[in-house]
């Protein structure tokens, strides 16, 4: 029996991330979505209310660290 290997918010976690969305499991408004043109961007939530999410970007990994968009 071959197990998956668990895909982890990290840079090595993240070359092997194709056609997905990872959350981050520090912040949980944070995730790293994968492009149709392989590029991986950060995307962030917050909901403040039960009928009000806040959506954006935060920038495209490797041009960010996820240190800073941590914060």
């Known amino acids: ?4 290997k668990e895909l982890t918010f990290t840079p090595s ?3 092997s991330l194709r056609a ?3 959350p981050d499991p520090e912040p949980q408004e ?3 979505e994968v492009l149709s043109s392989s590029n ?3 995307q962030f939530f917050r909901r403040t209310s039960p009928s009000v999410v ?3 970007t935060s920038g495209e ?3 960010k660290s996820i240190a800073d968009i941590r914060t």
């Open 40 to 42: 991986k961007i950060f």
């Open 61 to 63: 990994y490797a041009a």
């Open 20 to 22: 997905a969305k990872l």
């Open 54 to 56: 806040i959506h954006g």
């Open 13 to 15: 976690g993240f070359g």
């Open 1 to 4: 029996m071959i197990l998956a």
């Open 30 to 32: 944070l995730m790293i």
